[in-house]
């Protein structure tokens, strides 16, 4: 009998071990995402009027899988190297998916002949200029980077 | 794309090919950028060579001695006119060994070339010589980069023969709930196009002869319907053409018509898919076993396969496939021929790049295609033999 209660005590323990790891685990993956959102901004042109957008719009315009804002002006995603870090942290954080998994993708768009992938600018400087000038265009630059005069929309889940 | 009766310069057209493979290789990691090219033009290609050898006969190119006739390249150049409207051209060119399902053509040829004008948000319309979303691998059947085998199923793509890879004609595709998470694409499209229709032969090197054939009237549809899960999809379609050939008997035209279900699940990592194919179509048996009467009966056959697989690491890729053919049951053909084709395959795919990928894959088949066992006469619906053979390729695409 006292085997048997040690026994239930030990899976309690256990169980609250687990719930405590568990826990931990969704809090570091929470902060990770954080940490990921803080390490880019989303920036559209001053004439959007929006300020927030869900992960899955965004990934949408991104992979040309709506060519439109909800206003109906026409989407202008522009898109930064294979090898920049903002590029990295972006996909991860608004398609779920690796640099190479969206580049793979864009082979299938180019050679089914549907379509081709976005302009890519060198660096944040670049972005920002191009969104600048462009209305409808949206891009993403470093968490560090200067972005006067354009709008920073907010991720929503 | 490719026709029976093609057969020009082997010379010229390896020339071609060695000069754009040097090309290739030359520009490794060549990324062509809209700095680098006028705003509006953008190039794009891609080549991939094989060597495939078999451990008895022929079969599906894979031939006893071994050969690196299988090779395919395209070069595309796309004209963004506007931000609704492009013009697509690419020139391909394709060379299967001796593989019976797709008949001989080693010239370049214009795969593709049409106008493109988006309508709306989600529609477009293309006009031209186009090619026909139709399952999973048919829009990108030859670039290697893509695919986790050599080939696109055989039991579902059939090569050249008895399907679509492109129309000369008109298509139109729609997203319905573009903005939802469920979505449906949906694409119709309407042509015709040049194949080949096969003869029973026993003079033929294949058991088989390869002639002029050209599909009209084809209409199609294709629809997929996106999940809230990231890559995975369900699909359907139908194709139905007329067909005038040889087989067809005089003042009439055969009516083909397939049907076809697909299981789409690529996460990037994980790839799951299956798909299933059946075929229907009122042919002269009699003239395709190279009969004097006439034989004529509505029969079919039936495709499937699955893959099963997963990028283990970002360069290091693992995948498995089953497929099979089976024959309708039919006045003209003996009933052991139901049981026509099964293959089982594994593939080691090496990612240097996304646009740089080497493959290994080795093939077990039982099958009744008639070079598989050179020992044997060489006429459509011998014994079922059991065949070993495996593909190296190595594919680029920019």
């Known amino acids: ?21 568990c826990l931990a685990l969704a809090l570091a993956g929470g902060q990770g995402r954080l940490a990921a959102a803080q390490e880019v901004q989303i920036v559209v042109h001053p004439s959007n009027e929006l300020t927030s957008i869900s992960r899955e719009e965004l990934s949408k315009i991104f992979l040309k899988r709506l060519g439109t804002w909800a206003d109906g002006e026409i ?83 | ?93 394709e060379n299967r060994s001796n593989d019976i399902f797709s008949p001989i053509g080693h010239d370049v040829e214009v795969d593709w070339a049409f106008y493109e004008r988006r309508i709306g948000r989600t529609t477009a319309l293309k006009v031209g010589r186009l090619n026909v979303p139709l399952g999973i691998y048919n829009e990108v059947l030859d670039v290697g980069t893509l695919l986790p085998f050599f080939h696109a199923p055989i039991s579902f793509y059939s090569g050249v023969l008895n399907t679509a890879e492109t129309v000369d004609g008109i298509s139109i595709s729609h997203i319905f709930a573009a903005r939802s998470d469920w979505n449906l694409e949906a694409h119709a499209y309407y042509g015709g196009w040049d194949t080949a229709q096969q003869r029973v032969s026993s003079d033929a090197e ?54 076809h279900v697909s299981l789409d699940v690529d996460t990037g990592k994980w790839l799951a898919r299956a798909e299933w194919r059946d075929w229907s179509f009122e042919q002269d048996l009699g003239a395709f076993l190279g009969l004097s009467e006439s034989i004529l009966a509505r029969t079919g056959r039936t ?43 594994l593939s080691a795919n090496y990612r240097f790049r996304p646009d740089l990928v080497a493959k290994v894959e080795v093939h077990r088949s039982e099958t009744r295609f008639p070079l598989a066992d050179p020992s044997r006469p060489q006429t459509f619906g011998g014994p079922e033999v059991g065949v070993d053979w495996l593909i190296a390729s190595l594919s680029v695409s920019f």
């Open chain 1, 1 to 21: 009998m006292a085997d048997r209660k040690s026994l239930g005590e030990l899976l309690v323990v256990r169980r609250a071990q687990w719930t405590l790891f």
């Open chain 2, 1 to 93: 794309m490719r026709k029976g009766s093609t057969v020009p310069s082997l010379a010229r057209c390896r020339n071609f090919t060695s000069a754009l493979c040097a090309l290739l290789w030359v520009s490794g990691p060549l990324q062509l950028s809209a700095e680098d090219l006028p705003d509006k033009l953008r190039i794009f290609g891609h080549l991939t060579q094989a060597y495939a050898e078999s451990s008895l006969g022929s079969i599906l190119g894979a031939t006893k001695s071994g050969t690196t006739e299988l090779n395919s390249l395209a070069v595309q150049f796309r004209w963004s006119i506007s931000d609704r409207d492009a013009a697509v051209i690419q020139l391909a060119h």
């Open chain 1, 75 to 157: 989407a202008r995603p522009v898109d930064q190297p294979p090898d920049a870090a903002a590029r990295a942290r972006f996909s991860r954080l608004v398609h779920g998916r690796s640099v190479v998994t969206i580049e793979v993708y864009w082979r299938r768009m180019i050679f089914s002949g549907r379509d081709v992938p976005l302009i890519e600018l060198q660096d944040d400087d670049r972005v920002l200029e191009y969104v600048r000038t462009h209305p409808g265009a949206v891009g993403y630059v470093s968490a560090s980077a200067q972005t006067e005069g354009l709008r920073v929309l907010a991720l929503a889940d």
């Open chain 2, 303 to 345: 495709g499937r396969y699955c893959q099963l697989g997963a990028w283990f690491t970002p360069r290091i890729g693992l995948f498995g496939q089953f497929e099979d053919i089976s024959l309708r049951d039919d006045p003209g053909l003996q009933p052991q021929l139901r049981d026509f084709h099964q293959d089982a395959a």
């Open chain 2, 206 to 259: 294949f058991g088989l002869v390869n002639l002029d054939a050209r599909a009209e009237d084809g209409v199609g549809v294709q629809l997929w319907l996106n999940t809230p899960t990231h890559g995975v999809r369900l699909g359907g379609g139908y194709l139905t053409w007329r067909l005038d050939g040889p087989n067809t008997p005089p003042n009439t035209r055969d009516d083909w018509e397939s049907y």
